[in-house]
């Protein structure tokens, strides 16, 4: 999802006394600026160039009455930047132009090169404007200031008496009184609020709190380590309209911060973990979602001492959050909660030479641009301690840390996810998974390159008997193909917010601030808009898509005011008069494209379904027209908590029960994510159907929807494809969901053998979870595999000695890469058929994979997980499951190469207990050699030549223990 990259970069501070250091930093709504603040000093910067823009040093007499700056709250338009002090003094500066066309920083171009000639604020997308801070209010609260929130044109304040007060940008209070806590009622759900019980302390007031516009309401942490959450009753915000709710278990709170998009509470807590709540819609209560925590397992040295955690902040596209702790260490989470990054291990954590480094311990962080950054300003008391004598004649200059990410398209156009292909994007390039585009002609196998070795797999099994050529055309390769994007393009339109990737693994499109621009992998080139006037006059809104050889878009024409739904052929000139333009009613938020129909969700809550085309007038041109609308406002509270929208032929109802064959390959479904809540909406068939020879193709009419119906909760990312395989329909059926940290789940469809009516009292599908190693960024159905991406590290500080390298960031940090990824997962599907006492399935799913190069891999993975849980368990097993999955595996040919593979990989310790499962070891070697299978009745000679030299031993030495004597005589038993 999110990926670091490189070496963090070091923005210097001017120099000052060590007193004068940054401690404070926080980016602007649009997050083109940053606010840093030290004991006595305002500092702008500008997001790119990364650059110091003005400063505003408070005078030592002011600074003595005012006491030191502590946070900082930017208006919403970035006008204004209010800045609370220790003594409980609010500061208001507003920030202006020095001067019209004056820039601190241009762009200077050698003389002879090209240039783009654009309109009136072309240059300023460029350069870095010359500000003014100038102090314009000052307003004295009498009480220690804890916290501070922008409210649209208010300001919510929370003091240390237990107040909290509700001023205006200007700086007035505009009459209204401040709200006592203490009379604010909490109770644990909305419905029995007004009889809630009251804080009842004089001295509770909010430590830390964040406004959810979603929600409408306040995340608060307590001084007292309790949470909860306030909304007001009406618009009115005085303390007779507000009401909290709050959970009875979280008494260590310390720190908070929402999402949005997902309407989810993080709170930071004293014990490490950070614990994720959300309300309930029917009670109003908090429920816990997840929780976010260090694992003995993973970090087994560290995982209790990371001490409380310290900033919890949400990505700008909400879909990660990164944590910090109060000794140190930053780690990176999805939504819900899958472990992305962490530096309290590896290479982050120790030196080449296994020497432990001194965590990075952060005083404040915030996100730059779309992600791309991650400003932060660390404590470096504890990173020098050894060093502290010989430093002591050295100036220390104070800096910023830039911390640089890659992220997955998913995040922000997650139409792609109907693609095989893995495309992330950063701030200046793209990394690909399909290589060279003249071995990817196949949609299918776009990701493969048959002459680089395969990616490396952790598990125990590398059978190098398997067809290696084969896993290699699957597995791919662990580079990336990096495409850098067009410098031109760049200049007037950072940063990227969109990219897609044609089914080819082609062609790729990116948008920008402006307009847009595509790449062919064949001719290695990049295609812009001819006209600059045309480019920067459009806005890319809901994202884009491929269809064959059409880029399709939704955007704002600045020019017109009017939203468009755009399409243009990749051949031709990037020109607005080669394009099909069909106007909007309202905003266009996401748009997916499902084999020839087109479907956006608008900001009204509505879906719109379109048809796309070729026109017959010429092959370079395509038509949309409107198809069916669907209003979604009963369902959904707001636009903005909409993830993604697709169609989909997965219903609930697979082909073989449908009254007509051909509707199973129809837009059967809308599948929606609603705040990670997976939403679908299937064709109501209950009404009279329309006959294939009776419609009219050029006037379609379609099916209305049935009221939606929940799927899954906690869902990240959908997968399905348009593609039908009629071996493989298990598989190209399916819906695939990534779920955070309970890991992936699909939803199988379950056919009858040999095409047999079904029962009508048995379900036609159902939803298998799952856990993987890798997070999911693509799943090749086909070929049942995942692919993904990891964060790999390599140590430079070798390269340095420890006294020159005291601040040299290529020995406090890793330089980091991004490894391409992939992992199998039939296994997870058969071992939860067999549980799930559907044999006969799990079976049919086996059959039709039984051709993939690693199927026997499969199996043995499958043997080898349920042996490892069941032998090692210390509970004992009411069910067993490894008899089931010993019988299953007798019905394919392998079963004998299967068992002594896997049980070459294994301890004899669990010999015992598989071939009491599988047979006598003795029984499958003549198997063996009954089947002139050499090759495996020789592996069959050394387990039992192990077996009965084990055996012997036994019973020569008379002195070994008696409960070891006693396990030995069991496994001599089997071969007797």
Known sequence: MYFLSGWPKRLLCPLGSPAEAPFHVQSDPQRTFFAVLAPARLSIWYSRPSVLIVTYKEPAKSSSQFGSYKQTEWRPDSTMIAVSTANGYILFFHIKSAREDKYLYEPVYPKGSPQRKGPPHFKEEQCAPALNLEMRKILDLQAPIMSLQSVLEDLLVATSDGLLHLIHWEGMTNGRKAINLCT??????????????????????????????????????????????????????????????????????TCVAVNNKYRLMAFGCASGSVQVYTIDNTTGAMLLSHKLELTAKQYPDIWNKTGAVKLVRWSPDNSVVIVTWEYGGLSLWSVFGAQLICTLGGDFAYRSDGTKKDPLKINSMSWGAEGYHLWVISGFGSQNTENELDSKSIVKQPGILLFQFIKSVLTVNPCMSNQEQVLLQGEDRLYLNCGEASQTQNPRSSSVHSEHKPSREKSPFADGNLDSQGLSTLLGHRHWHVVQISSTYLESNWPIRFSAIDKLGQNIAVVGKFGFAHYSLLTKKWKLFGN????????????????????????????????????YLRTSNLDNAFAHVTKAQAETLLLSVFRDMVIVFRADCSICLYSIERKSDGPNTAGIQVLQEVSMSRYIPHPFLVVSVTLTSV??????????????????????????????????????????????????KLLPFCPPVVLAQSVENVWTTCRANKQKRHLLEALWLSCGGAGMKVWLPLFPRDHRKPHSFLSQRIMLPFHINIYPLAVLFEDALVLGAVNDTLLYDSLYTRNSAREQLEVLFPFCVVERTSQIYLHHILRQLLVRNLGEQALLLAQSCAALPYFPHVLELMLHEVLEEEATSREPIPDPLLPTVAKFITEFPLFLQTVVHCARKTEYALWNYLFAAVGNPKDLFEECLMAQDLDTAASYLIILQVTVLFYKGVRISEHKPRGEKKEMSCVGTVIV
């Open 532 to 567: 600059i006037t045309q480019e920067q006059n459009m806005i890319v809104t809901g994202g884009l898509a491929w269809w064959n050889d059409f880029i399709v878009l939704a955007c704002y024409n600045i020019s017109d005011r009017q939203e468009e739904l755009r399409v």
């Open 184 to 253: 604010v009622p909490f109770s644990v759900d909305l419905q029995s609020s007004r009889a809630g019980s009251f804080l009842g302390f004089a001295d509770v007031h909010i430590r830390d709190m964040e406004y959810c516009a979603t929600l409408d309401g306040f995340a608060v942490v307590f001084n007292d380590g309790k949470v909860g959450f306030i909304t007001p009753v009406s618009s009115r915000f005085t303390a007779e309209q507000l009401h909290g709710v709050w959970p009875q278990d979280v008494v260590d709170g």
């Open 651 to 700: 219903s609930t109802e697979n082909g073989i029960t449908l009254k007509m064959p051909q509707q199973a390959r129809d837009a059967e479904s809308i599948m929606l994510n609603l705040a990670g809540q997976l939403i679908m909406m299937q064709r109501d068939r209950s009404g009279p159907q329309i006959r294939e020879k009776d419609s009219n193709p050029n006037q379609r």
